[in-house]
């Protein structure tokens, strides 16, 4: 699948998370933003983007699209709020 239109076909990078130092309820707990892993990029994205780079967006921002029976996440290039070195 190749992504069109400045998108992003991304993939939740799940981050190790370290132990707690203290519990806070659940409904505290929720996250803005979540790390993405670049599976591919369009043609006419701007950024510099590789496949395999880490971006932060904010949560909402993916479009979520199920083709073959698989949901496959598409992130607007301007969504990006930074990329992880």
Do not use: W
């Not at 043609?43 to 780079?53: A, F």
Request: one cysteine or more; glycine letters at 2%; aromatic letters at 6%.
């Amino acid at each position: 699948m190749r992504p069109v239109n400045r998108r992003l076909l991304v993939e939740l990078f799940e981050e190790e998370e370290e132990s707690p130092l203290f519990i806070l309820p659940e409904d505290f707990q929720e996250k803005s933003h979540r790390s993405y892993k670049v599976l591919a990029t369009a043609r006419d994205c701007n950024m510099d983007l590789k496949v395999g780079e880490i971006v932060i967006a904010h949560t909402s921002d993916p479009e979520a699209i199920t083709f073959e029976g698989k949901e496959h996440l598409l992130l607007l290039e301007n969504h990006v709020v930074c990329v992880v070195d």
